[in-house]
């Protein structure tokens, strides 16, 4: 292997690896004179000769009538490799942390308008069990698809689906279209018991739908978060009025 390979693959380019071989082998010499030597244009040559400078590969004449540049001693690259490696060992513990830190941190994302949201929900569709406890009032008005979509998912046991609604009559009448089976299970609040929102869990997600008086929607990608309102949402499912007393 030659030595300008050996100079790159320890930290040079290509042509500074030229220029510094060519300045070793001359020992003193003008920008002319290396320039030469290594095969690189002269301007191009002075300002790697700069970058060598702060290197420590290269230096200037001192008092020469002219300018011209002299070689340090290779020395200084082992002394910089080691300098590098000293300051790898000293933080190293640092950078494992962070490389070992857990990376499912909460993250909240927002989706604000109708297409957004569409998208949301179709994300939700694709989902293996979902939890919805809110109402459909103001959605069905704005996806009246989105129903058939998530009901025949159920019927072809893609997505299972819990689902606690309240007894205004846009939920009732939705809840009388939808074909109970054991993947589509429905459940009602006690009457004059409100969501003003839709809710939704899916896949380690917790998701706030909000209609009025703007369409937007509030994603929280949280396993601990996600698993406590599931238990809070058991509690309810207990409580929460049959699907047969409701809908006869």
Same mark, same amino acid.
């Given at each position: 292997?030659?030595?300008?390979?050996?100079?790159?693959?320890?930290?040079?380019?290509?042509?500074?690896?030229?220029?510094?071989?060519?300045?070793?082998?001359?020992?003193? %010499? %003008?920008?002319?004179?290396?320039?030469?030597?290594?095969?690189?244009?002269?301007?191009?040559?002075?300002?790697?000769?700069?970058?060598? #400078?702060?290197?420590?590969?290269?230096?200037?004449?001192?008092?020469?009538? $002219?300018?011209?540049?002299?070689?340090? %001693?290779?020395?200084?690259?082992? @002394?910089?490799?080691?300098? $590098?490696?000293?300051?790898?060992?000293?933080?190293?513990?640092?950078?494992?942390?962070?490389?070992?830190?857990?990376?499912?941190?909460? #993250?909240?994302?927002? /989706?604000?308008?109708?297409?957004?949201?569409?998208?949301?929900?179709?994300?939700?569709?694709?989902?293996?069990? =979902?939890?919805?406890?809110?109402?459909?009032?103001?959605? =069905?008005?704005?996806?009246?698809?989105?129903?058939?979509?998530?009901?025949?998912?159920?019927?072809?046991?893609?997505?299972?689906?819990?689902?606690?609604?309240? *007894?205004?009559?846009?939920?009732?009448?939705?809840?009388?279209?939808?074909?109970?089976?054991?993947?589509? #299970?429905?459940? /009602?609040?006690?009457?004059?018991?409100?969501?003003?929102?839709?809710?939704?869990?899916?896949?380690?997600?917790? =998701?706030?739908? @909000?209609?009025?008086?703007?369409?937007?929607?509030?994603?929280? *990608?949280? $396993?601990?978060?996600?698993? @406590?309102?599931?238990?809070?949402?058991?509690?309810?499912?207990?409580?929460?009025?049959?699907?047969?007393?409701?809908? $006869?």
């Amino acid at each position: 292997m030659e030595i300008a390979e050996i100079l790159e693959k320890i930290g040079l380019n290509q042509k500074e690896a030229m220029v510094y071989m060519a300045l070793l082998e001359l020992g003193t %010499s %003008s920008v002319e004179g290396i320039a030469k030597k290594a095969g690189t244009k002269r301007p191009t040559t002075y300002l790697i000769l700069d970058e060598l #400078q702060k290197k420590g590969l290269a230096a200037l004449v001192p008092r020469a009538k $002219k300018i011209l540049y002299m070689p340090e %001693s290779p020395d200084k690259i082992l @002394s910089d490799l080691n300098r $590098k490696q000293e300051l790898v060992k000293r933080f190293m513990p640092n950078l494992l942390a962070v490389y070992n830190e857990p990376k499912n941190k909460p #993250q909240v994302l927002l /989706f604000e308008g109708k297409e957004a949201i569409k998208d949301l929900y179709d994300k939700i569709l694709n989902a293996k069990e =979902v939890i919805f406890f809110g109402t459909i009032r103001d959605f =069905v008005t704005i996806y009246p698809d989105y129903e058939k979509k998530l009901v025949a998912n159920t019927l072809a046991k893609k997505t299972k689906v819990l689902e606690i609604l309240t *007894q205004n009559p846009a939920d009732l009448k939705f809840a009388e279209n939808v074909t109970h089976t054991e993947y589509y #299970q429905q459940r /009602f609040t006690k009457p004059g018991e409100e969501f003003l929102t839709d809710n939704c869990l899916f896949d380690g997600n917790v =998701v706030f739908f @909000s209609y009025q008086p703007h369409i937007f929607a509030v994603l929280i *990608q949280s $396993k601990t978060i996600h698993q @406590s309102l599931r238990t809070l949402f058991e509690f309810a499912w207990k409580q929460a009025e049959p699907y047969d007393k409701i809908i $006869k």
